[in-house]
């Protein structure tokens, strides 16, 4: 498998002198796939946009774009893109969007299509050349065919959001963002007025047993995307439920769990291209991973496993 980061950042875009080397766009990554022509897309942030135009001026010559999008979760962030991906515009492209939904009465089309209606845009859903199927998924496993097989697991976020487990030929690539370790939800201080020794201690078993599904499902990969907005003290200061996750906490995961490279990804808005360079110097050194690799992914990154 060959992974190309075409956005890296979270929350917003941030394009600018200050963030030239890492990049400013949000999610998206492309994942192709050696010996066939199948290329798969990772969410539909604004990095998107350039990467449809390289579909458009690429692969187009060899046949009509037909492709798989998984889609993380639906904020804002993670779909604002698609309605800026040039395929959808030309006529035979055929498209299938995966992806999880937290509201009953919102489709995944409902959603991401949403954003097309003049309201927002000046284009609408029902107007576009692309024949596209939304497809409402869950945790479970599914075979993708060419022998590329996909599991997903239900990630902490404060909307339902999916990691990717993409397997073939023996190797193995995971993406585990937007999330942050599972907690007990229950006092643990006895002095507490609310504090129930018994809720205590379901309520630490329950999130011990999140976090080991999760470590599991991620053990063991080639290469693995994971969160990495916050350092460890801003999370603790102030960052507890939004949803994200320490670099600390990613490279400490990542060492326990036989991952062979890490890409510290979705950064916060705020992180100039100075600031990743401190903390590429701080957390990424050879000497202190032991047998991970781990550095901070960049816009235009190609990595091959």
Known sequence: MKIKFWGVRGSIPCPGPNTQKYGGNTACIEVRFNNNDRYIIIDAGSGIREFGNYLVSHDIKKGPINTDILITHTHWDHIMGFPFFAPIYIPNTKLKIYGPVSF?????????????????????????????????????????????????????????CLGYRLEFQNKVFCT???????????????????????????????ARDENNRVDKFLEGSDLLVYDAQYTQEEYEAAKIGWGHTSIEYAIKFSKLSGVKRLALFHHDPMRTDAHLDELTAKYCNPRNTINTEVFFAREGMEIEI
């Open 104 to 160: 009953e009465n919102d489709t995944l089309k409902d959603i991401i299509g949403g954003q097309l209606t003049y309201r927002y845009f000046p284009v609408r859903h029902a107007e576009l050349s692309a024949k596209i199927e939304y497809i409402d998924i869950k945790e479970g496993q599914f075979d993708l065919g060419d022998g590329i097989k996909l599991s997903t697991t239900y990630l902490n976020h404060p909307v339902l």
């Open 176 to 206: 585990a963002y937007d999330t942050e370790p599972f907690k007990n939800l229950f006092s643990t201080d006895p002095n507490d007025p609310y504090y129930d020794e018994i809720m205590a201690q379901e309520g630490e078993k329950a």
